[in-house]
């Protein structure tokens, strides 16, 4: 077969097109021996902040690490409430138990997978001091309702962006602000898979507020902001220089990749929209997509045949994510039931995501979207 094997993200492909680069840049860091801090990450810092039009960006260890940094920048105490969705990586749940803080799910809107904003009012309680939505697959939630609930009840918005890096969400009133740099801070992940990857892990944190991006770095270095003096119970948690010169190279081609990525995304719509039994990812007007995943919904009880018939075709899936958090074993003792997100747990059962890189090529798409269609309609 001519074809080039199908996969779920092709991270070799995508380095082959910018290795000279990126081999330039590793040995750099290598030759100069600055692994922890180097100049690289500086540098990579202040592109991001251009890059999104925030005033602070602050690098480190992984999207996981800069969730829970950012929610312990806002000086919560054990028991307060945080608002997010059961319909999302474990990541975002872990920050907040971790600091045992008390996730309050909210269910998902059905069609764009995002947190319904209509619905997150009546969960304020007395002692919610946190909205922390998902963009999920690389689509911004409702941010304007958001933004909006959050002033009127005085609580702090915390982004996970981790999927959505380069997302545009444009407001009502006209402005246009990029994922993560809406809320109080934003929080993002490098994980090599994600829209910008490194070559292991980092994440980074991003703030409008001025003086907080040295408050989120002093989190990041134990709690200090003189070496040996701490003022705060911090963590260590720092973008290596390796890292921050592999990403320092890639950010100049995120938005070409996210194009990659929407093209793609368009040839699948065109070529899918016949099959009635597939629900296509929902674009909402106010968001732009990027696409870190290409998410399907299809019945329940197609889910795992269709999963099986187009492995058999060398198509990978995945599934993202089988388990709503609100049923997770590790979060059992928050007393929450089956029933209790249905449009989560539903979603859980009959999403099911189709390969989604730069590097696709015409003919594996083709490929792709022959076997759905073989699939449904034999
Ligand atoms: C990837 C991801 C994270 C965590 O990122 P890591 O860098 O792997 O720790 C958090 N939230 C969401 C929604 C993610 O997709």
Redesign the pocket.
Known sequence: MSMDKIQMVDLHGQYMNIRSEIDAAIKNVIDSTAFINGPQVARFQKNLESFLGVRHAVTCG????A?QIALMALGLEPGDEVITSPF??I??VEAISLLRLKPVFVDVCPRCFNIDATAIEQAITGKTRVILP?H?YGQCANMDAIMHLAEKHKLWVVE?A??ALGSEYAFAGGSVKKAGTIGHIG?T???PS?NLGCFG???AMFTNIPGWGEKLKSITLHGSRVKYYHEMTGVNSRLDTLQAAVLDVKLKYLPQYNRRRAAAAEYYDNALKGIHQVQLPKRMKQSTHIF?TYTLKVPATDRDPLRDFLQSRGIPTMVYYPVPMHLQKAYSSYGYREGDFPVSEELCGSVVSIPMHTELQEKQLEHICNAIDEFFNR
């Open positions: 992984n999207g996981t690490d969730l999302t990586f990541a975002t998902v999920l996970d981790a999927q929080c992940s490098f994980f994600k892990d980092g994440g870190h």
